[in-house]
């Protein structure tokens, strides 16, 4: 119970930002900054490439 209470955060964040969040916050703290650095750059595509590439399609698939 204790170990799903300390997950509680991460899951109301979503279910893509809340394991990306995870993954940046626990391999920050458990010292693996390159891999903490990853997780953040696969949050930054998710945040904003994504969204953009989205948006140029639909505006490409408009009449």
Do not use: C, D
């Amino acid at each position: 119970m204790k170990r799903f209470r300390g997950l509680i955060p991460y899951i109301l964040l979503g279910p893509i930002s809340g394991p990306l969040t995870a993954g940046v916050v626990r391999n920050f703290r458990a010292g693996q900054r390159f891999l903490a650095g990853l997780y953040a750059l696969a949050m930054l595509e998710v945040w904003i490439v994504l969204p953009l590439v989205a948006h140029n399609f639909a505006v490409a698939a408009a009449p």
